[in-house]
């Protein structure tokens, strides 16, 4: 609902907050928020993450054993739930980012060069 | 161990947490406290969807939710006590019979052997021609189901020999043949049902013992001592489970026999169902006084013959080299026969002889039974269309406060299923009493090894039907429920309206659909009854009371020729002298029996003109027909003296007359048996009234009565049938001791009374027609309830009207046949479904009649009349509760 707010704002495909999940939690143990902030920050405001999906999205990835939760305290003294990457989830990851990676570049291939596009 | 991975308040405190987290950080960033909590939740978007979707991405949410859905169903079950009572108990009984005919279905036609692999078992026959070679054949022939040939089973031994020693298709050829023995064990001599067997019987089929060994390849053969092994069956009625009885020695036909071992509860040879006592190596025929298996002479076929085909092998490439082996061993006795084709048949389920009548009538109380669950599904379907019109009130608030029509569905098929799942375990228990019941019916003699029992499969079987019946009668009534328009049900006019229901045809379809299934059944349960009453009324042509039969065989203990004959004398002299026996006779068959011996006759020089045919014949003492109280029309009955003399002479019956000498006194006359040349002529010295022989049911075919000593070399058992004075089993125990006085090793076997005999011979008919009535009557009750709940509803729905109707002058009789009319016409209705379908589908069960037609008015008139006169008693309530509304009380409500 958020992302669709404003008009420089892109609607996350579907899944591919599962990976910007996963590519965040590399830099170490964060909690909800803090995720969410990053991926806005990051990407420098184009990516406005829903926050109704951030949850069931980082319950799923938990139950596919690719993060790890556990609660902790936050950098301003809150108690918040934190999570880390598994050996599983980095693995999972780097084959996302190839993913990924083939799939922009073969849409990429098929809608030619920017002018052409318009 | 747990329902979901988290639990919901951790969820909400991490949400609490983000939210905290937010509005600090804006906070810092220079928005002042207030308002940065609320922007905190702004950006967060829906925390309750949210909430939500992390609730439903539990993986154990349906689950939890049917664990709901289960507590929700047990309250609202036990909120109406009767409606569930009557659920429970309908479908108990619908699903009980339904397990009770699968578990014994299961036993007879569908499990497997419990041997080794019994899917590579294969049974050797051959098939009937016209150039087969002559042989003596024992044992049996029968149609197979598959290629439609008429069948033999038996081999010579010769035969087994060269199959097993040069026919490599097979990794196991196993022989047997069944064979009546008496066993002398404890002080008491009866009849055994056993097998010879070959020595790689056992370790071939891969049954093992319980106790002590098999019989081993080394027990098989000459000079060896004789070995005996028992079924368990046996050793629980013979031995009382005593393990000492192995390494005992029994006496086996006169030779005493070790017992080596005991076998396993299931394993009861390879018939499928037709009990086994005892196995004995084949080897000892001969030291056992069998009177014609031979193991040389290649033209006696006694041996029963199943292989073990190997892996990849094609039946035809074995049925072909058992051919090729099989005409070597004719060559020998038979130059110019056809070598027989050989037929592998399927052995995983035993020989299983009669299967197809069998499955006969298993059809039909399978279709019974089937029809029972199905009308008590219609009625449960029923009665909850009508409670989900009463609740429709709770539904419609479900539904507009924002319930999804699919998970009320699954709730209202949870309660379904509760209920089904409810019957179902009651059935489970109901099962077993059904069960032996029927078997009671089915095996009077205790003469079936039917071990149909309450086992895994079972279970599986009424779980399945459980659910599938929960589906049935659940998912049309959940359906209509949530179809509801709230604001209507909601503002209260959905219950006390005035108008006809939309719900109520469907309602009246249903119970008039049940009535009609039960007349099918009612219509059913007459024609039976009426077959049952048909029978018991044939003139027998014999008094069949007061008189008591039992069998013996002396000829396995060694007795043979003018000494048997002589003994059996004795034998029905010490009998009679026994208070209270008034005469006593003999026959080599026990009548009612269904057992015959009959030959061809024909009558050379006999004018008008040479007549051949076929005769029933009856060896017997000259004291059967008098004691049988068997009239003689003609001539002289058979005496003493016939049996002394080697003059051949006969009684012959009515029928036989008429056949044979047509238009004369047959008095005087004789006639030939049989073709083979040489044989003596036969005088007729009398004509006897017809009587049945064999059965009930058949007509009485034309029977020749010869004294019993006509041919001393054949021999052997008697049936003894004893008329008496004193209620027949008052004098059975005299009777034993007066047969062990005289010699104290000969069995008394099957002793009951003529017409416990009768009885049996009818049993099937008996079954079904005392099955029948009862769930005709199951089925006439459940319509009655079904008819009654909606009659009761519609007169609680319309008790506004009937008052406005009251206040405004009709009279309370008018509105009482208005209820009555309405229920008359679901049962017209009814009968107009049931009647049609009875009349097409009671030809199916056309040859289980006797003596009347599937059409039989009478079955259908009475049938009709009964299911009218209980629904108008269903409906009878209600129509009195309507004419007793009280119109101020009714409008008052309003």
Redesign the interface.
């Known amino acids: 609902?958020?992302t669709q707010e404003s008009g420089d704002r892109i609607v996350l495909l579907q899944g591919t907050l599962d990976l910007l999940i996963l590519r965040t939690l590399v830099f170490g143990p964060q909690?909800?928020?803090?995720i969410?902030?990053a991926i806005r920050q990051t990407s420098q405001d184009s990516l406005l993450v829903?926050?109704?999906?951030l949850?069931?999205a980082l319950?799923?990835l938990?139950?596919q054993g690719w993060i790890k939760a556990k609660w902790g305290i936050?950098k301003?003294n809150?108690?918040?739930?934190f999570y880390n990457l598994t050996a599983k989830g980095r693995k999972q990851l780097s084959s996302e980012t190839s993913q990924w990676r083939r799939l922009v570049a073969a849409i990429g291939r098929i809608l030619g060069p920017e002018e052409a596009g318009g | 161990m747990f329902w979901r991975?988290?639990k919901h308040h951790d969820?909400q405190?991490?949400?609490q947490?983000?939210l905290?987290?937010?509005s600090?950080?804006l906070t810092?960033e220079g928005a002042n406290p207030g308002d940065a909590k609320y922007q905190a939740r702004r950006?967060?978007?829906?925390v309750t969807?949210?909430e939500e979707?992390?609730y439903e991405?539990?993986?154990w949410l349906w689950l939890e939710q049917f664990v709901q859905d289960l507590r929700y169903g047990f309250r609202m079950l036990r909120r109406s006590p009767a409606f569930t009572l009557v659920a429970v108990l309908s479908l108990a009984l619908g699903i009980g019979a339904n397990t009770a005919v699968f578990s014994l279905v299961d036993a007879v036609l569908l499990k497997s052997l419990p041997v080794r692999a019994p899917q590579e078992l294969r049974i050797l026959t051959w098939v009937h021609s016209d150039k087969e070679p002559d042989i003596s054949h024992s044992g049996y022939n029968t149609m197979d189901a598959v290629s439609g040939q008429f069948v033999s089973g038996s081999f010579s031994y010769a035969a087994y020999r060269q199959f097993r020693d040069t026919v490599p298709q097979f990794s196991d050829l196993v022989a047997y043949a069944p064979n009546q023995f008496t066993v002398t064990a404890g002080g008491a001599s009866e009849f055994a049902e056993g097998q010879f067997v070959s020595g790689n019987y056992f370790t071939g089929l891969g049954v093992l013992p319980l106790i002590g060994r098999p019989i081993l390849p080394e027990d098989d053969a000459a000079g060896r001592p004789a070995v005996v092994v028992l079924t368990y069956r046996y050793w629980e009625k013979r031995f009382a489970l005593d393990p000492a009885v192995v390494g005992r020695a029994i006496v086996v036909n006169q030779r005493p026999v070790t017992v080596v071992g005991v076998m396993q509860l299931p394993f009861q040879g390879l018939y499928s169902w037709e009990a086994v006592d005892l196995f004995v190596p084949i080897n000892k025929v001969a030291q056992l006084r069998h009177p014609w298996f031979s193991l040389s002479q290649p033209n006696s076929w006694w041996v029963q013959i199943f292989g073990r085909l190997r892996p990849g092998v094609s039946d035809q490439a074995a049925a072909a080299a058992l051919k090729a082996t099989l005409g070597h061993t004719i060559e020998q006795f038979a130059k110019n026969a056809d070598v027989p084709t050989v037929l592998l048949r399927p052995g995983a389920r035993g020989v299983g002889l009669f299967r197809e009548s069998v499955s006969g009538v298993f059809a039909i109380l399978g279709a019974v039974v089937g029809l029972v669950l199905l009308i008590a599904c219609t009625n449960l379907a029923n009665l909850l269309v009508a409670r989900s019109a009463a609740r429709g009130r709770e539904i419609a608030v479900r539904l507009s406060i924002g319930a999804g029509v699919g998970r009320l569905v699954r709730q209202l098929l949870t309660e379904s299923l509760l209920l089904a799942g409810g019957g179902g375990l009651l059935g489970l228990f109901l099962a077993r009493p059904l069960l032996q019941v029927m078997l009671r019916f089915a095996d009077r003699a205790g003469e079936l090894g039917l071990d149909p029992r309450i086992d895994l499969r079972t279970l599986a079987f009424t779980a399945g039907v459980s659910v599938v019946s929960g589906m049935l009668f659940g998912l049309l009534p959940a359906w209509r429920a949530t179809r509801v328009n709230p604001a209507p049900a909601l503002k209260g006019t959905g219950t006390t309206g005035t108008s006809g229901s939309p719900r109520l045809p469907l309602s009246r379809l249903l119970v008039a659909l049940q009535v009609g299934m039960s007349v099918l059944l009612l219509a059913g349960a007459g024609l039976f009854v009426r077959t049952l009453r048909q029978l018991s009324a044939v003139d027998l042509g014999f008094r069949a009371e007061n008189v008591l039969t039992f069998k013996t065989d002396p000829s396995r203990n060694g007795y043979e020729g003018r000494v048997l004959a002589d003994l059996y004398a004795r034998l029905r002299q010490n009998i009679a002298a026994i208070p209270g026996v008034e005469s006593v006779g003999m026959s080599q068959h026990g009548v009612m029996q269904g057992v015959e011996s009959d030959a061809s006759v024909h009558t050379p020089g006999f004018r008008p003109a040479d007549r051949k045919g076929n005769a029933q014949l009856l060896r017997c003492s000259a004291s059967f027909l008098s004691t049988m109280r068997i009239p003689l029309l003609l001539g002289r009955s058979l005496t003493l003296v016939d049996e002394r003399t080697s003059q051949q002479v006969a009684v012959v019956n009515q029928t036989f007359a008429d056949r044979f000498f047509p238009g004369v006194n047959p008095v005087g006359h004789t006639f030939y048996l049989g073709e083979q040349p040489g044989a003596e002529a036969i005088q007729v010295i009398g004509v006897a009234k017809d009587a049945h022989y064999t059965d009930v049911r058949s007509e009485v075919k034309p029977t020749v009565y010869l004294p019993y000593t006509d041919s001393l070399t054949g021999l052997h058992q008697m049936t003894f049938v004893v008329r008496t004075v004193l209620p027949p089993l008052a004098i059975a125990g005299a009777m034993r001791r007066v047969v062990a006085a005289t010699d104290p090793a000969i069995p008394v076997a099957e002793m009951k009374t003529e017409q416990e005999q009768i009885a049996e011979s009818i049993a099937t008919e008996r079954l079904f027609a005392g099955f029948v009535s009862a769930f005709g009557c199951v089925a006439a009750l459940l319509a009655a309830i079904g008819l009654y709940g909606v009659m009761a509803y519609a007169v609680a729905r319309r008790t506004v009207e009937i008052g406005i109707r009251l206040a405004l002058g009709a009279r309370r009789a008018t509105v009482q046949w208005m209820v009555l009319r309405q229920s008359l016409w679901m049962v017209v209705l009814g009968l107009a479904i049931g009647i049609p379908a009875a009349l097409v589908l009671t030809r199916f069960i056309q040859n289980k009649l006797y003596g009347i037609r599937p059409t039989d008015p009478a079955s259908f008139v009475v049938a009709a009349i009964l299911i009218t006169a209980v629904g108008a008693a269903a409906a009878w309530i209600p129509a009195r509760r309507a004419s007793r509304v009280d119109p101020i009380q009714a409008l008052r409500n309003e």
């Open positions: 609902m958020a909690h909800g928020q803090g969410a902030r829903d926050h109704g999906s949850y069931p319950q799923r938990e139950d936050s301003n809150r108690k918040a739930r | 991975k988290r969820f405190a991490e949400i947490s983000h905290d987290i937010e600090d950080e810092e950006v967060f978007g829906n969807s949210s979707r992390f991405s539990s993986r």
